[in-house]
Every structure is written in structure tokens, then in C-alpha cells.
DNA sequence: CTGAAAGCGCTTACAG
DNA sequence: CTGAAAGCGCTTACAG
């Protein structure tokens, strides 16, 4: 039993109340030039009377554009990043006038995938963003994926680039190599690493960068001096206990997070190490708590926002190119879909300045 | 130009193909007992063949349910918490067979509120879920709002109780004694407290209660020992400087935020108190990073997710009440929609275990 | 500038 | 068990 009040206002109650027809309220909400003014007012004061919405519903089904993005993600909102990166596409989505639908992905069989897509599809979402963190096979399918196949473009965050699929991620090789040559700037020699767990993609970009640096600099022995944590603090300890047995002198450790770097301080201070006399530390992320630590953590800044909003201008664009529509003034310039972290340096580092 | 390939695949191609009228198409895909078996299986091949996936949209149009949530956000995915909220929301309402439509707002007069409302509206979300932190006058208008004017049911998350808006929320008030009460345990007397934004109803609720347990203790002049912040570490500091000031013999302090806490913290080492022998510190949150800080910190864990599925699986049984439908499984039975945060107990307060 | 008709892709009574 | 018709609330050519 549906209430009269429940029922819904339609531009045909509009048209009728105006003593026009639909198609003329059609063109007043759409703000269509061939309407005289009068006509106008008066369509328009007819829908604040009725208070008439319009129904997106009904205007998607007609038109097919959905104004409607999909995001898929993968138990990333639990770290700080992927919430700060989905705050970010929901701001830029706003201000050009999409909205994003969420889509958690647990498993990662094609069966799984498949449905998602499917749920995107029937959706009709316009454009899709691929959110998660990238997870050892779960992407395997992105290497042979067409992505013309899709009846939507659908583009990439923080992955490794692939041939035909539009990508948005920072440089992480580069802020490994920068972390590095850091540590080797204030005359460190034994420089271990603590990486995020190899199945990501950002994680062995990060280990690529920090080899790289320790072989220009003659110094491939510190290669030795690395282990695998998973992104939490409690890998920091277990790290730096790990590499001060692989290597007694270690003199400096890049870390792949921030939160495992609290970690290795943790464990520091524990054990009764100076940082950084003993050994330097490095992070990366620039969490809020970073500049609070004991002492405050040296590391590198990710501007996640901006690369949340680079991929949804990117995907706009796409989309605007496949239905050969004019691009929208926010994404009408091509950018640069790489994006690079930079040092911050604190007393883990640094010491404390005199 | 729309290329042959993107046409899409209707219900009525399908039918055309397996022989049968749309209508049997439709009792297929919607699982209908009077369908022949044979019938069945043949339009199931037909849709295999076809590649038929149901519009989404316009079944939307014609039931007028969406199966979408609409959720209300404000900038909160900066917080740790609101992204594991989200999450938590994103695979409940996954289970039970809905999406999410997320909205964010940045500024919070009427017009901006009932501009979100519509959008809303417009895309026909069966259910309204207002996730943002409580900020001052932005909800003002929720007191005065009679959530039956609305066409679909709305539930707030971690607000104050109001008349007839269903909420879900932590009891932030008991939460605020119980961590009080925990340092009067440990023989503190000179207790004070650093609260969030007190334009904030989570952070105003933790301070009453940290004032209820004072009062209950015969110790109300310590109700003056109070500093307000931000919920950012920075202001953890300055808070124990200032409370130091006003109460020099302070001997224990309740944060609202474990992130404040870490300012505490780092504030004592920078000045050489000692946690917990001068000052006793507990926090609230359970960060990931509170079990590693120096000291390790006490604090109170909430169970986030837990809200986040209550609040869902609430806002679904309203929807079927307000259709006449029966309940999912899922949310068969009524719960309670208040949650309790519970203490965590480390050095912070405990000192070091010997 | 304005309107009548057909269509977007489903579902919902109503018949048979 | 199966189908023809009307409807959900818009927009898109096509006329006038």
C-alpha cells in the first residue's frame, strides 16, 4: 500500500499543471535554449510548486549515460591511504557532477571478477576505477585484458602499467632509489630494507629502487640485508631484529612504511639502539602520526589526493573520447598519469639539529 | 557512432532467439516457479549465448527499488575509522545484495543538505545512511527533521539519539567513565583529559563522562584540568603542556584520540617526564600504531566494522517495514544499536610487566 | 518555439 | 504454464 504522498511527482504532472507539453518540461530542466522565457518561468515555478525531481533513473535509461563511475576496491579502506585516495575521487567526482558506486572485492577467481564486472555492467556505470592495491595473481587477468572489451573504458590505481590500460600510479621504483641515495647521503654503508609484502606491485617497486641505488653506488653486498613484512608495525620489529643478525653493522634501513618503520623504532628503543646514530630510518607514506614518533620519522610524502583526482579526470576523458563528447573544462588538458613522492627529513635521519 | 558490438543485449532479444515472450524471459532471470523446465533451460542457454546481462536500471524503473544506499560523508576518509567504517558498510551491504552511492559533503547549510537530498532522490537510493561526524550546527536540522517527510528510510551513524531518527553509535559518555575510572583504579588523582572538537558530539560525550566519573570520585576540581583539541597529534602536546600549566602535580591524562595520545607522548619524552611513573596516559581508538608507540599506549577499542553492519543491516529492516516486505535473513531479528567501547590495557598506565 | 509519438529495457497485473 | 498490453519517467528525432 503506497500512500498518495508517496507518490512521486513526474514531469508529466509538471506539463499538465503547466499546460505544456512533457517535451517542453523536458527542455526547461535541461536548460535547452528553445524555450521562451515566459514559458520558462512558468514550467519552472509549476516544479516548485510540485517540488518535481527529476528521476535520474529514467533519464540514465534513455540517454545510457549513467553519471555514475564504479570503484572497485580491495580491503583497502583499511589503510589510511585508500581511505584518503577514496575522499579524494568522491570530491573530484563531485565537482564533475559523477557519482561513485562502491564495489568490495574478497576473492579474486575469475568467477569473482566476472561478477563484479557484471555488476558494474548492469549498472551501467559509464567508467570504471580499479582501486585496490595490487595482489600478486588477482591481476594476472589485467595483463591479458582487453579493455576494449568492456562497453566502458576503466582505468587503473597504483598498479604496474600495462600495454592497452590506462594507468595512474606514483613512481615508486624512483622513491625507493630516493630513499636510498638519502641514506647513502649522510655516509651510510650498510643500508638494509623492510619491504611490504612482495605480492604487491608497489612493494617490489620499492625494493627495485632501493637495488638500484645500492648498485650504482658499489655497494650490491647490502642486497642481502632485506626482509619481507606486510605493511603493519610488528614486521618493523621482526625486520630490524632479522637484518641486524643477517648483518651486525647495519647502519641505515629503508622502510617501506610508515607504520612499520614505528615498528623499527619501537624495537629500537627497546633494544637500547640510538636512532640515528646507530642506524638511520627512513619511511614512507608521511602518515600524520610520522612527525610524532620517537623520534620523529624521516620519510617520503605521497600526495594520494592528486593521484585519486589525476585518475578520475584520466577516466572522464576516456569517457568522453568513446562517445565522442566534448571533455568537461576540469579534464580538458592531458597530464601526466605518473606521480612522485618526495623526501621528508626529520630527526630519524637528521639527529636533532643544534 | 555507436559500433554493432556495443549494442547491448536485451531481455527482448533473448526472447526473440529461445522463441518464448519477454514475460517468460523475465520469470527466468527472476527465479519464477511457473516456468517448465525445458522452457528454463532453454532461455538460460539463450542468455549464455547472447551474453545477456539484465539492465539494472530499468528494473530499477519499473520496481522503484534500487537496491542502493545512499551514503553521507563528511571528510571523514581522512580518519582511519570512517574508512573502516566504509568498509565495513561496503561488504555488508555486498551481502545483503546492495551497492553504495556515496556523497560527500563539504559545507552544511540547508541549501547544500537538501541539494544532496535530492541527488539522492533523483538516483532513488532505497535507504539514507548519514556517516558523517557530528559537526556542530551542520546538524542542527537533523533535530527538527522528521525522517518521514522523506521518500525512503535514513539512519545516522554515531550521533546523538534523536526523537525519530533511528541511530547507531558508540556510548562515547560510558566510554569516557570507564577509562576515567581505570586511572582512579591505578590511585591517580589529578586526572585530566584532552578532548576532540567540542563541536563534536563523540568528543562532548567523552568528556561527560570523564566528568561523571570525577564526580563520582569526590574529585570535581579536576573538571578544570581540561584542554580541547583536534583530534591531531600537534595538539596532544600543546594539551599537556597547557594542562601542566594549570595543574602542575597532573598525574594523569585521558585523550580522546589515540593519535592525540602519540602528541602526549612525544611531548613527555621531548620534556623528560615518564609514562606512566609522572603521568599515566590513555587514549581512545586502538590504533594500529598504539600497541608500538613508546610507551605502548592503553586505550579503548571500538569495533567499527561491527557498527557499520549494525547500521546497515537497521536501515535495510526500516526498508522493508516501510514496503510491506519481509525481512533478509540478515537482518531478521532487532538489535541493539548501542555499542560499547572496551579497555586495552598497556604501559601507558600498567607500567613495564615484570 | 512547441508537441505527438516512439523508445530506453525491464516488470506488473490481467488473460488465456 | 505462457503471452499481449500497459507502464515506470524520462529523452530523442521528427514535424509543425
Redesign the pocket.
Known sequence: MVSMAD??????DVAKLA?????????V??D?????P???ERVLQCINVLG????A???Q????RSYTLGVVSCGGFGYLATGVAYLGMVRQADKMGYALLSKELTEFGPNAIQAMLDFMMERQVDGLIWAGPEIGDSHVWLNEFDPSTLPMPMIVVNASQRGLIDTVAFDNCESGRIATEHLLSLGRRKIGHISGPMSRWVARQRVIGWQQALDAAGLPECKEYFFEGDWEPATGGRGLRRLREICPELDAVFVSSDRMALGVLHEAHRIGLRIPEDIAVIGIDNAPESEFMIPPLSTMTQDTPAMAECALRLLIRRICERRGDPYPPLCAEAEDPILHHELVLRESTLGVKR
Chains 1, 2 share one sequence.
Request: aromatic share 2%.
Open positions: 507518490k512521486r511527482v513526474t514531469l508529466a499546460g505544456v507539453s512533457k517535451q517542453t518540461v523536458s527542455r530542466i535541461n535547452s535554449e528553445h524555450v521562451t515566459e514559458t520558462r518535481f525531481r527529476p528521476s533513473l529514467a533519464r535509461l534513455s540517454t545510457g
